[in-house]
């Protein structure tokens, strides 16, 4: 079935750093790709999103390319603030737009 | 408007009690789901649904019930609470049409205690 894999946390980096988290998916058919970011204490938000191969999503200087030929969707950032402290989660959209199937989530943490 | 809401934002059963977790949301979309949050497993799908009168399995289903008689609302309910079923509980809606934006929207979640 359709699935994600998520690079295992928590990574942990000083401020201004280059930010990596790989993300991985198998899936049939075409779905979207998402990266939601959830803050401590708080819910679920949308980061960034790709809905066709090629397509590249971006939000607050995060970016994420969606490859079909790898099946990737990595997200990247250029420089790290303390802010950007939180838990990443990967997701793939199944049966049509109905739902998602997430990744077991990465934690960032980043010290000034 | 409001979005998804989800009540109560925390709860605390015994083993073998029942509850009903709450989601609305006003956004008149289509489809509706809930997932649970448990510590390094990420969000795991429990049911969903893509109308009124149309629900479907997902991931972790068992131990829970749900219904969708009206756009609105998705109840989700434990029949009978087990110590397994703690965890943080989103409900999600997204929007459904030719062209549809496949985004998520989630509520602010429910914390489940069962002892």
């Known amino acids: 079935g359709d699935s994600v894999t998520q690079m295992e946390g928590p990574v942990t980096l000083s401020e201004e750093a280059f930010l990596t988290i790989n993300c991985t998916y198998t899936?049939?058919?075409?779905?979207?790709l998402f990266w939601y970011v959830q803050y401590p204490g708080e819910g679920l938000q949308l980061l960034l999103k790709?809905?066709?191969?090629?397509d590249k999503g971006s939000n607050k200087g995060f970016e994420a390319t969606y490859r079909k030929e790898t099946t990737s969707f990595h997200l990247e950032k250029g420089s790290v603030q303390v802010s950007d402290s939180a838990v990443y989660f990967c997701?793939?959209?199944?049966?049509?737009?109905?739902?998602?199937?997430f990744g077991k989530g990465t934690t960032l943490s980043v010290s000034s | 408007n409001a979005g998804v809401t989800q009540t109560p934002k925390f709860q605390v059963l015994k083993t073998g009690q029942s509850m009903t977790l709450q989601c609305a949301q006003d956004?008149?979309?289509?489809?509706m789901s809930w997932y649970r949050q448990d510590p390094g497993m990420g969000l795991r799908l429990i049911h969903y649904?893509?109308?009124?009168?149309?629900?479907d399995q997902g991931e972790v289903p068992n131990g829970y019930n749900v219904s969708r008689s009206t756009t609105e609302d998705f109840p989700l309910r434990l029949l009978s609470a087990a110590p397994s079923q703690t965890s943080v509980y989103f409900c999600?809606?997204?929007?459904?049409?030719?062209?549809?934006?496949?985004?998520?929207?989630f509520g602010p979640g429910t914390r489940l205690l069962v002892l």
């Open positions: 999600a809606s997204s929007p459904q049409g030719l062209g549809r934006d496949e985004t998520q929207y």
């Open positions: 956004m008149n979309h289509e489809y």
């Open positions: 790709a809905t066709k191969a090629d």
């Open positions: 997701a793939l959209s199944i049966r049509g737009g109905t739902a998602l199937i």
């Open positions: 649904s893509v109308g009124a009168g149309i629900t």
């Open positions: 899936a049939t058919g075409y779905p979207s």
